[in-house]
């Protein structure tokens, strides 16, 4: 059973500009917002299986939505996220009281080493990814290597478009992978084609890597991406994957779709 | 020569997610060099890697690009300390721990900043100006009390050479000394090094002077023609010997003998060996070389070219010297002084049949100054070419015969 963190839109606007995708005049559909949300929810719970545990959300922190910035679970040990960006510094405190409220261990990272959580850390159970350059820094996977002993290969994020690995590389359960190759240097590239068979790499189109369409989450054989996504769907399907496609564009106005609004935590 | 250059560390996955690749990548796509000087690799896959790197640039302002390209990829610079700083205790006494130099390019950190040592030369301690920000080296015997002397290793970095640029012997020395080389490419590069040298001198362009160090065997095996035109046509600039090479060359002039032996007839000739006697004598009455030779007393040979040429000429002397003559500086520390202070500007130094010579004047040379030492014994070029240096060139050979075939390669038709 997967278990994901999630936090309801009550607050959710866009207050700032930290990414190209914001733009305070490009207002968002409160009520269209919470829609989407709540569909969201139901695909996870009802047609995935997912438990979902729901975080209060806060007036005046608009980006709480975003759970996958929370940090990053590891067993009982969760690492609470240190953001670039003064702007959502402001949820690190939230996020770590969640966390040991829950009764997680939780260690921190030094202040000033930028760390977004599983927006950057992903990874099959051997061999985790970090995305770096654009709000994660890559010290802190060296740090992250040495307290869990993993592998983290960093891979340089070159698209400010794509400003969170989430938004242009999704690990899937069979060990395949789902992103989006110019969003990465060409070293990171590299890294990626050798260590994944051709077979096992799922490339969407521009346009829907565009719509987010690597912004997925995979529980089991089941894959909920954002709605606009059809060759990116077939992909999956081609592969045995079910995929599940549900509208979140008032959230991709703030830069997220699906994976962004949830944090796996088993 | 400012040499910029940082060390950074690079930590993590660095080698399978081509990381490392990518930093040397960008130094190098940059324009900078580098010397991966420690690199740990991690055991197991999940065990993480460690790599030193020693980052190098023609400026500053470039080493500054370069470390600003390769920060956000995980190279941090490695904190660097300031060097340790004592007071000397006394005059002519070095404080304990006291760092001794080498003869390669020296920066010292004060105040946060590298600072290149001046004068650069093996077996000195280092004064460091903490106001001015510079540093220099300083001779035991000439350290005063209170002076703020370096100690310990910290905060020093001695840069190594780089190869030079010019592809010529001087470029690929690898501290080999034989007597089975052919001498012919050496000496021919030694001769464009001179006709180079000579350019830039007569232009005026700084460290284009050519030094001879040499022994009186110039005289006696007879290189003193081809020696005396090498400083005629101005490719030498600065003269060091003893008392002998100077004496012998002007026996020549007055007796047409070096010690005692008569240099057309090639033997003994009757009371020859008071000829030096009488030469140095013969000097010392008229009050120096120079004016022995303006009043044309002395009219031939090395000395009275370097006289015409206006050579500075160091002449250091030893313990078993006859008279000296007059200039010969007797005090060994003040002829080390004077040695050192002709050091300055020098674009080549060639060290040509004499042991104490060549030794004393290969401990003050910069290692980043190219020298040829020749001898006929081959234990002299080697002991200079341990030094260590790319840029000394060791030709186990006569030095007559060395003198001619150079003068000849530049022109001399005797």
């Known amino acids: 059973m997967s278990r994901l963190l999630v936090c309801p839109p009550d607050y959710f606007s866009i207050e700032y500009e930290i990414n190209p995708w914001m733009r305070r005049s490009n207002a968002v559909n409160s009520d269209e917002a919470v829609r989407q949300w709540h569909h969201l929810m139901l695909v996870l719970e009802q047609d995935v299986g997912a438990v979902l545990e729901r975080m209060k959300p806060v007036p005046g922190l608009p980006d709480l939505v975003f759970t996958a910035n929370a940090g990053s679970v590891v067993g009982g040990t969760a690492v609470p996220s240190r953001f670039r960006y003064p702007e959502r510094q402001r949820e690190e405190a939230y996020f770590e009281d969640w966390f040991r409220e829950q009764g997680y261990e939780v260690v921190t990272l030094d202040p000033g080493n930028f760390f977004e959580g599983a927006g950057d850390l992903l990874g099959f159970p051997d061999t985790w990814f970090g995305g770096y350059r654009q709000r994660s820094d890559i010290r802190v996977y060296s740090t992250l290597s040495d307290w869990f002993h993993r592998e983290i290969i960093p891979l340089e994020l070159v698209d400010n478009r794509f400003y969170h690995l989430d938004t242009c590389l999704c690990p899937l359960s069979g060990g395949d992978l789902l992103y989006f190759p110019p969003a990465f240097d060409r070293y990171g590239q590299e890294v990626l084609a050798e260590r994944i068979a051709p077979s096992k790499r799922l490339v969407p189109p521009e346009a829907e890597a565009l719509r987010f369409a690597c912004n997925a989450v995979c529980v089991g054989t089941h894959v909920v991406l954002p709605a606009g996504c059809p060759e990116t769907e077939s992909l999956l399907t081609s592969r045995g994957y079910v995929p599940h496609s549900v509208p979140l564009d008032e959230f991709m106005k703030s830069g997220g779709s699906a994976k962004c609004l949830t944090l796996a935590l088993d | ?414």
């Open chain 2, 1 to 414: 020569m400012l040499h910029d250059q940082e060390t950074v560390l690079l930590q993590g996955h660095i080698i399978d997610s081509l990381i490392l690749a990518k930093v040397l990548d960008t130094i190098l796509m940059m324009g900078g060099t580098f010397d991966l000087q420690d690199m740990q690799i991690g055991k197991t896959r999940e065990e993480p890697s460690r790599a030193k790197i020693v980052v190098r640039a023609s400026s500053a302002k470039l080493l500054s690009e370069i470390l600003h390209a390769i920060q956000p990829h995980g190279a941090s610079v490695e904190s660097e300390r300031d060097c340790r700083l004592s007071a000397a205790p006394a005059d002519g006494i070095f404080p304990d721990e006291f760092y001794a130099t080498t003869h390669l390019p020296t920066q010292v950190r004060v105040r946060d900043k590298w600072v290149e040592v001046e004068g650069i030369e093996m077996d000195l301690g280092i004064c460091v100006d903490t106001v001015r920000l510079t540093a220099r080296t300083v001779p035991m015997g000439e350290v005063k009390r209170g002076d703020q002397v370096v100690i310990g290793r910290e905060g020093v970095r001695v840069i190594p050479l780089q190869r030079p640029r010019d592809r010529d012997v001087f470029s690929f020395m690898e501290s080999q000394v034989s007597s089975e080389r052919p001498h012919g490419r050496v000496i021919s590069d030694i001769a464009k090094r001179l006709v180079q040298l000579r350019i830039g001198f007569r232009e005026g362009k700084a460290g284009s002077k050519a030094l001879l160090a040499g022994g009186p065997a110039i005289v006696h095996a007879g290189g003193r023609e081809a020696l005396t035109w090498l400083i005629d046509e101005e490719f030498i600039q600065v003269l060091f010997c003893g008392n002998a090479l100077p004496a012998h060359d002007m026996e020549v002039d007055l007796y047409g003998t070096s010690l005692g032996y008569g240099h057309a007839a090639g033997r003994v000739v009757p009371h020859g060996h008071e000829h030096h006697l009488r030469t140095i004598n013969r000097i010392r009455a008229i009050g120096s070389i120079e004016a022995a030779v303006r009043s044309g007393v002395i009219k031939t040979g090395i000395m009275a070219a370097c006289v015409r040429r206006g050579v500075h000429v160091v002449m250091a002397g030893t313990i078993r010297d006859d008279g000296p003559l007059p200039g010969v500086i007797t005090d060994s520390l003040e002829a080390q002084a004077a040695m050192r202070a002709a050091i300055p500007g020098i674009g080549l130094a060639m060290l040509v049949a004499s042991t104490l010579h060549a030794v004393a004047t290969g401990n003050l040379l910069p290692a980043t100054t190219p020298s040829v030492c020749v001898d006929v014994n081959p234990a002299v070029p080697t002991k200079l070419a341990d030094r260590g240096s790319f840029q000394a060139v060791g030709l186990v050979m006569d030095a007559a015969s060395f003198l001619r075939e150079l003068a000849r390669e530049l022109g001399w038709r005797p």
